[in-house]
């Protein structure tokens, strides 16, 4: 019998499988890294391939969903998994992505940190979280938006577009209409100054459409860090179909390949993990309980912005904000407001009930002083399962829904936004709408660290039922806040890689 392929073989190369492989590496195990996608379309794009799409993809019809998710390079991350992950949606877009460095190639690259109450009901200690917070910090780096007209305190800061700093300034006047709205400038995965391999943010704002200098974190980045390393291998357009267990674990691939560890760790995002295991888990009838966040979408006016055009900066998220709506320590939105004047063109223009012509010209008289908020409610406002899909016998169907009692608590919510908007000087205009579930793309919750039964996994993301796999992706976070949850994913990854790399390797195999 052949020995095992690696020591650790890890199923996904996006921001958690790169974050478990540094420390298990730096530890000298050996790491077979299999990804279902591969490095096309990541680099030497021209700016219109970039833009309108080798085939031209950007000049079909708008279909209602966000900006961000119909450019060229994002249809291009999501269609192979639509069309091979077996997982359909049934009042739920399921998005994931089979492609070198999963989401992160087309994500907003917003950061948050959970505090000690966002995670008083998980098996860990947040001393531990923050300890990984810092370390994954340091390697993707980060900068927070800065009005440069009142200064800098030495982090690393990217210019804060002038509508948004107009929003903070009136912010920073006038006492919150209710005293637990937060409004702060955002804090982003970009970098303000250059690192090997990566330039600085150079403010054009094309950031919808990837970017070319690779300022904003992509987790391709940095398996180009990890294959510098003889402990690390990457093997790509390897899909994992399925996962088998004699003395250790086999993958099998869709190539026919398989592969061999004593121990497997499964980081193919929410959706992609349960994919994988769904020939071992009971998943019955009820199937597996997925938290995302409901996310509401509302466009504002800034009116002491118009006719002024928008100021050089990235096209990310501008400012930060928070809302608490109940007592309980999870009851709070989180959000960020995005300067409509740096996004393309086209997104508003096919939106408008005007021709294209006049949508344009409005487009470049108010463009300036449009802002777009977007909020996302905790995973407990959901009601999403992931269940055998009955009709397709092998698939997976992902059912999508609300909370109960959520649509009075959106409604409360929007009205004691509408007071906020007020107090900061902006109108709200027509068109707020809650976006289908699964838009939001943060994933939580199938597989709980800490909790008994078969779909619960140890602190270390071990699952119950099956010794030797262990999960790293947003499917083990016990419950989801409304903050973003990247950071949070990379960061448990990370702590959970350390506690892997200081354990002795099994025999097996
Ligand atoms: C438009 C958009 C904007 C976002 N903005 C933000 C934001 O601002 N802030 C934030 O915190 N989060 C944001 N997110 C969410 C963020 O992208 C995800 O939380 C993050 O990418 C999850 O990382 P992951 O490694 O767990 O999964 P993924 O990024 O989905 O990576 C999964 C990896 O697994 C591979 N894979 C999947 N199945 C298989 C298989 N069977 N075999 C082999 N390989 C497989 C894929 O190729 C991929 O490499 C955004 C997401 C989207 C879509
Ligand atoms: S503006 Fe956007 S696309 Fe351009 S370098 Fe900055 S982050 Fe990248």
Same mark, same amino acid.
């Given at each position: ?15 958690? *499988? ?31 391939? #970039? ?8 000049? #079909? ?13 994002? /249809? ?21 992505? !089979?492609? #070198? ?36 910090? @340091? ?55 250059? #690192? ?7 403010? /054009? ?20 860090? %990890? ?22 674990? =086999? ?38 309980? !997925? %938290? ?18 928008? =100021?050089?900066?990235?096209? !990310? ?47 470049? !008289? ?21 269940? /055998?899909?009955?009709?397709? *016998?092998? *698939? ?22 509408? /007071? ?48 030797? %796999? ?21 960061? @448990? ?9 200081? =354990? ?6």
């Amino acid at each position: 019998m052949n020995g095992p392929d690696a020591d650790f073989i890890i199923i996904g190369s996006g921001p958690a *499988g790169v974050s478990a492989a540094f420390p298990l590496i730096a530890a000298g195990r050996r790491v077979l890294m299999l990804d279902g996608g591969d490095d096309a379309g990541s680099q030497g794009e021209s700016r219109s391939v #970039r833009v309108l799409g080798s085939n031209l993809e950007s000049l #079909r019809k708008d279909d209602g969903s966000s900006p961000k998710l119909q450019t060229p390079a994002a /249809r291009g991350i999501l269609e192979p998994f639509r069309r091979q992950s077996g997982i359909t949606g049934d009042g739920f877009i399921p998005i994931g992505s !089979l492609a #070198r460095g999963g989401l992160s190639n087309i994500w907003g690259a917003q950061i948050s940190y959970l505090d000690a109450e966002d995670i008083a009901a998980w098996p860990i200690d947040v001393a531990s979280l923050q300890t990984s917070y810092e370390r994954v910090a @340091n390697r993707i780096g980060i900068s927070s938006n800065a009005d440069f007209t009142t200064g800098a305190h030495g982090e690393p800061v990217l210019p804060l577009g002038a509508t948004a700093a107009d929003v903070l300034h009136r912010h920073q006047a006038a006492k919150p209409a209710d005293g637990s709205f937060r409004l702060f400038p955002a804090v982003n995965a970009i970098l303000s100054e250059e #690192r090997p391999g990566r330039a600085a943010c150079d403010l /054009r704002g094309d950031c919808l459409y990837g970017c070319p200098s690779g300022a904003i974190y992509n987790s391709r980045q940095d398996l180009l860090l %990890l294959r510098k390393s003889p402990h690390f291998r990457l093997l790509d357009n390897m899909q994992a179909m399925s996962l088998t267990r004699s003395s250790g674990w =086999t993958v099998g691939t869709a190539d026919g390949s398989s592969f061999s560890a004593p121990r497997i760790i499964l980081a193919a995002g929410v959706l992609g993990t349960a994919a994988l295991l769904a020939d071992l888990l009971p998943l019955g009838e009820q199937g597996l309980r !997925l %938290l995302n966040s409901p996310t509401l979408a509302v466009p504002l006016l800034c009116p002491t912005r118009l006719l002024r055009s928008p =100021t050089p900066t990235h096209s !990310l998220a501008q400012l930060g904000l928070s809302l608490r709506y109940g007592s309980g320590a999870s009851d709070y939105v989180t959000g960020a407001i995005y300067e409509v004047g740096t996004l393309p063109a086209q997104s508003f223009v096919n939106r408008m009930p005007l021709g294209r012509k006049a949508g344009r010209a409005a487009f470049e !008289l108010i463009g300036g002083s449009l802002l777009v908020a977007t909020i996302y409610y905790p995973g407990d406002q959901s009601h999403s399962y992931i269940r /055998r899909d009955e009709t397709a *016998g092998k *698939g997976l169907t992902v059912r999508g829904g609300f909370a109960e009692g959520f649509g009075p608590r959106a409604e409360a919510l929007k009205k004691m936004l509408r /007071r906020e908007w007020k107090r900061l000087g902006l109108i709200q205009l027509p068109g707020a709408s809650l976006a289908e579930p699964g838009i939001d793309a943060h994933f939580a919750g199938t597989l709980p660290m800490g909790a008994a039964g078969p779909f619960g996994t140890s602190s270390d993301g071990e699952m119950n039922l099956h010794p030797g %796999l262990y999960v790293v992706d947003g499917s083990i976070l016990p419950d989801l806040s409304s903050k973003y949850v990247t950071m949070t994913i990379m960061a @448990n990854a990370d702590r959970i890689a350390h506690r892997l790399a200081e =354990t002795e390797a099994p025999s097996a195999l």
